[in-house]
């Protein structure tokens, strides 16, 4: 069964596979940040990081499913 869904994942290009990394990583440092102890400036930082990349893998999605 497993490998069957596997076989069905569509494949990701060496740039895609990046985008969705960087995801990963810009999601661990904030998960690993104490927002108690960041200003204002830099929460809004933080959002607006994590919502160009919640729409960098939307688009991602899009594409992949696309093609």
């Given at each position: 069964m497993e490998e069957q869904s596997q076989a069905s994942r569509p494949r990701l290009t060496e740039s895609q596979q990046s985008r969705v990394e960087f995801?990963?990583?810009?999601?661990?440092?904030?998960?690993?940040?104490?927002?108690?102890?960041?200003?204002?400036?830099?929460?809004?930082?933080?959002?607006?990081?994590?919502?160009?990349?919640l729409h960098d893998v939307l688009s991602l999605v899009e594409e992949t499913f696309e093609s």
């Open positions: 995801a990963r990583q810009d999601l661990d440092k904030a998960r690993a940040a104490d927002l108690m102890e960041m200003d204002g400036a830099a929460l809004v930082l933080q959002i607006e990081r994590l919502r160009a990349r």
